[in-house]
């Protein structure tokens, strides 16, 4: 009795131990997990330790995101439970909400359990807030616009060599002075 005590307070904190792994990676990532139940027609929101937290109707979990690209997601989610081959991954908008930049994210769906027929029963989304990074992106390509447009439009011959002194740029008026086409 002593020796299955015991094992049980191991798994017990290694179980505990996992389920704080996970809720740090789903805080850094910008994680949020939920499923959708085929039978039920139902959405659970899951807490970091997997714990369904939520119950959404359909029109309920619609309020989350964008109308249309809701659709496609649906879309995605029945074709899934249809056993058809779809592509998984959806980038949708989500609400706009006043006051507030309207979020993206990338929801990347796959089966969580199937019943005993082979049936697809839940599916399961991780849904990753992608805002932030495309942000960025787009800060770095309006940045290399204006050095490519300030790069190519100067007066004087401009060259670029990398640290190994291998030529990595030219401008077009360097490449007159030096009789390049």
Request: net charge neutral; charged share 30%; aromatic share 8%.
């Amino acid at each position: 009795n002593r020796l299955w005590v015991s094992r049980e307070k191991k798994a017990d904190a290694a179980s505990k131990n996992q389920i704080n792994r996970l809720a740090l990676i789903l805080q850094t990532g910008k994680l949020r997990l939920w499923t959708f139940n085929i039978n039920k027609r139902r959405y659970y929101s899951l807490s970091e330790s997997g714990d369904q937290t939520q119950e959404y109707q359909p029109i309920d979990f619609a309020q989350f995101f964008n109308r249309d690209d809701l659709e496609d997601l649906r879309k995605i989610i029945f074709d899934m439970s249809d056993d058809q081959p779809v592509d998984s991954t959806i980038r949708i908008r989500g609400a706009v909400k006043p006051g507030e930049e309207p979020r993206q994210y990338e929801v990347m769906l796959s089966v969580a359990e199937r019943d005993s027929k082979g049936h697809v029963k839940i599916l399961l989304g991780v849904q990753r807030d992608i805002t932030d990074m495309l942000k960025r992106d787009q800060e770095v390509n309006q940045l290399l616009m204006r050095y490519h447009t300030v790069f190519n439009s100067a007066l004087t011959d401009m060259i670029y060599y990398d640290k190994d002194g291998r030529l990595s740029n030219i401008n077009d008026k360097a490449c007159k002075s030096f009789n390049i086409d």
